[in-house]
């Protein structure tokens, strides 16, 4: 049982990184460039250097060859790094590899590209594609039981749990600096202070639900949503359940005085 | 049954030296054989708290790298018989710190008949403060009432439960206390600090005591005596509830309720 960091010189073990998807809908260079300008407001460190897997598969078929060394350098620009592309077309491949990216060929994300004007746009978690056993029946009640991780123990600043492949129950509080991630939905029968995903995989229908609801940060299916002004406050502490309409993210109270 | 117990917060500065000093003290002064160890490597200052600076001949270290024996290092306390002191190296790097060696130093002790084995964790995440509570039975973790440290103490509790060797092993989890440090009821009182009920809302673990903020504790550190030994100050009343508590004893709260002063005393004054 000995494992101490001094025996072995390296480790591999399987782990899901977070990475922003870039999803181009052009290959022009300069409505990129204007995009991410407005995108960012100026703020140089928008994106923090966060991961980013560029999804060429919403170009329309035949459209103008893609300039990779510019468009890796426009990202890196934005403080976007760039290290997989997704859905690229095979006559793609040699000169992606050429420039150091990994091809992702996990399965199309399910949810339609959100437009650039949401929140802010990210089809988020799982650089690796998750191929998870019981596979995730999309739409079906957010998650095969089977797959379904129980959480008794608070999740502390720090700690990250993934529910691959299904659903994520927390009974205990999930507190500020925590992620709690899930291919399902979320569901905290206590105090959510941290940050929730749900439907890491794409899965639009997943929902996140919390006993008192004061996240730092939400996601489902990649499209997120920040509080820095605060989480509203008419449902902030109170049972509540966020879900994915269309490209917005709707709070609804589940308060049973409150509800029809 | 011997029990080892970390004493660590994630954050410096917030009294883990201090409480690990008078905890230990207190369990002695109960005739409990103790030992108090400083792990932390580079940066040791139990020693200087505990007014030993200048009997430290060996230290961890070598015990660790068999350059010295247990009973070579392990420095006695001037005031208790029962408590001894195994303090850091001041000169080496903290990753001379080996797990094996850590072991077998807590296997050493135990097996000298010390029933509490203190560990008095270094700040942050690092190699020291997981050596110090790797082997933990207990877990005494100090928070003062400020975001910030609160913060830091849940990252820490999250490594205890994560990489304690309880943990590891699957065995029963390693039993946490929390004590809050530097805690002003006054402040408290006027909203400029988190209160106690606030710090236990987000740590969600037992709270084993609070200390009160006091000059006292910077006094007790200059003269090298822990705090507890200042008899009739909040502090070492504070200390030794503390180590009531953690004996099995119940003992109610205290300092935790602001009473303004009266009119004489604003007129007179109180100290």
Not at chain 1, 123 to 148: D, F, K
Not at chain 1, 202 to 211: E, Y
Not at chain 2, 84 to 92: D, G, K, N, V, Y
Not at chain 2, 164 to 179: D, F, N
């Amino acid at each position: 049982m000995s494992k101490s960091p001094f025996q072995k010189p390296i480790e591999i073990k399987i782990s899901t990184v977070v990475a922003v998807s870039a999803i181009l809908h052009t290959s022009d260079g300069i409505a990129l460039d204007a995009a991410l300008k407005g995108m960012t407001g100026g703020v140089s460190d928008f994106f923090e250097g966060d991961l980013a897997v560029i999804d060429v598969g919403d170009l329309a078929p035949g459209s103008e060859r893609i300039d990779w060394s510019g468009t890796i350098a426009l990202l890196k620009k934005y403080r976007l790094n760039p290290v997989a592309v997704r859905n690229a077309r095979p006559d793609m491949v040699d000169e992606i590899v050429a420039h150091g990216l990994s091809l992702d060929t996990g399965k199309r994300d399910e949810t339609s590209a959100p437009p650039v004007a949401a929140p802010v746009v990210a089809p988020a978690p799982v650089a690796e594609p998750v191929q998870a056993a019981p596979a995730l029946i999309p739409g079906a009640n957010g998650g095969a039981n089977a797959a379904t991780v129980i959480i008794d123990t608070p999740v502390r600043a720090g700690q990250r749990i993934y529910a691959r492949g299904g659903d994520l129950i927390v009974m205990a509080v999930v507190n500020n600096g925590a992620e709690i991630i899930a291919d399902g939905s979320i569901h905290v029968y206590n105090t959510l202070n941290g940050r929730a995903l749900a439907g890491a995989s794409g899965d639009a229908s997943a929902r996140i639900f919390a006993l008192s609801m004061s996240p730092e940060l939400v996601s489902i299916a990649g499209v997120y949503r920040t509080f820095e002004d605060g989480f509203p406050a008419d449902q902030a502490r109170q049972p509540a359940q966020i879900r994915l309409n269309g490209d917005k993210l709707d709070i609804q109270s589940v308060n049973s005085t409150t509800r029809a | 049954m011997a029990r080892i117990i970390v004493v660590t917060s994630g954050k410096g500065g917030v009294g883990k030296t201090t409480s690990s000093a008078s905890f230990s003290t207190g369990l002695a002064m109960r005739g409990h054989k103790t030992v108090v160890i400083d792990f932390d490597v580079g940066l040791r200052n139990l020693d200087l708290i505990m007014g030993c600076e200048r009997r430290v001949v060996y230290d961890l270290i070598n015990v660790i790298n068999k350059e010295a024996s247990l009973n070579q290092a392990l420095i006695k306390d001037k005031h208790c018989d029962n408590l001894f002191i195994l303090p850091a190296s001041q000169t080496r790097d903290k990753d001379a710190l080996s797990e094996d060696g850590v072991e077998a130093v807590l296997a050493d002790l135990i097996a000298m008949g010390f029933e509490f084995i203190i560990c008095d964790s270094p700040a942050g995440i690092e190699h020291g403060a997981l050596m110090a509570l790797t082997f933990a039975d207990e877990a005494l973790i100090v928070t003062n009432p400020e975001v910030s440290s609160v913060r830091d103490s849940d990252r820490i509790l999250g490594i205890i439960q994560a990489k304690s060797r309880r943990a590891q092993s699957g065995g029963e989890p390693v039993k946490e206390h929390l004590l809050i440090t530097r805690y002003s009821p006054k402040r408290v009182e006027n909203g400029e600090m988190l209160s106690y009920t606030d710090v236990q809302e987000i740590l969600r673990i037992p709270l084993m005591g609070i200390i009160p903020e006091s000059e006292q504790v910077l006094h007790a550190s200059n003269q090298g005596n822990p705090a507890i030994h200042f008899k009739g100050t909040d502090v070492a009343e504070a200390y030794e509830d503390v180590v009531a508590r953690f004996l099995g004893e119940q003992r109610p709260l205290r300092f935790t309720d602001y009473e303004k002063p009266g009119l004489l005393k604003r007129l007179f004054g109180a100290k």
